[in-house]
């Protein structure tokens, strides 16, 4: 079967190295949680576009840094689109004085944890979810010992 994972919008996520160093933790975590990866699509936005699409298809009307829609037709399938505001990861690095590039890698990773079926409307949920997250950036960081290079794509 073949597994797809995407990276489009304004800002593409990193070199080829990098995404597929993702594309392979990815898999991962999805074969550790007994999933099959059908397909994944993150799709880097504006705060703008993001808040349009919180209002349009889950009636909120704050700002959020990323958004998930689950288009699996199983509960052994994972087939969805993350949506990030780059705005927004940009403001929460400022915000808790987190580097750039690891804040985005905790969105990226916090919207796949939804696919698998994770909350965080509680105390205890956001724990677990927050664990998850941390989980994933040990992987990362253990996978690779350079840099992480965001690019932006010049309209």
Known sequence: MIQKIKFCGK???AGAG???????????ITRDHNMTLLGLQYVFLTDHALVKMNIKYLKHTSFTDVISFDLS???QTIDGEIYISIDRVKENSLVLST??????????????????GYKDKTHKENRE??????????LWRNSTTAPLEIKTNKS
């Open 11 to 13: 800002n593409s996520f």
């Open 18 to 28: 990098r995404r597929e160093l993702f594309r392979s933790l990815v898999q991962t």
């Open 73 to 75: 037709s199983s509960h």
């Open 99 to 116: 580097p750039y590039q690891e804040e985005l890698l905790r969105v990226m990773a916090h919207g796949l944890f939804h696919l698998l």
């Open 129 to 138: 979810m927050r664990q998850k997250e941390d989980a994933f950036l040990s």
